[in-house]
């Protein structure tokens, strides 16, 4: 069983900022990439930043320059510093990791419940 744990959403004004926390455990053999995911209003899940077990970061144009990703390999946790936030930013974020169960198992996604991140203008 795994399990994905976020924090740290909340109401912030606009130009303020936030971190994002979240937790892997469970039975986890190995973590390749994980990152945070998004939904706004009416809209679909999007990607917002991803980061591979080696550190590799990727961003979403709408979020360069202001976001951070993040990566604890000790811990198995992923982090998002959200700076300079902006009324558009509100939205889920979602927790995901590509992880292995066991040694020879395949990678599958995993994802947090989500975490609500309010942007007031």
């Known amino acids: 069983q795994v399990q994905l744990v976020e924090s740290g959403g909340g109401l912030v004004q606009a130009g303020g900022s936030l971190r994002l926390s979240c937790s892997v455990s469970g039975t986890i053999f190995s973590i390749n990439a994980m990152g945070w995911y998004r939904q706004r209003p009416g809209k679909q899940r999007e990607l917002v930043a991803t980061?591979?077990?080696?550190?590799?970061?990727n961003y979403a144009d709408s979020v360069k320059g202001r976001f951070t990703v993040s990566r604890d390999n000790a811990k198995n946790t992923v982090y998002l510093q959200m700076n300079r936030l902006k009324p558009e930013d509100t939205a889920v974020y979602y927790c995901n990791a590509d992880l292995r169960t066991t040694r020879v198992s395949a990678n599958y996604d995993y994802w947090g419940q989500g975490t609500q991140v309010t942007v007031s203008s």
């Open positions: 980061i591979t077990s080696g550190g590799t970061t």
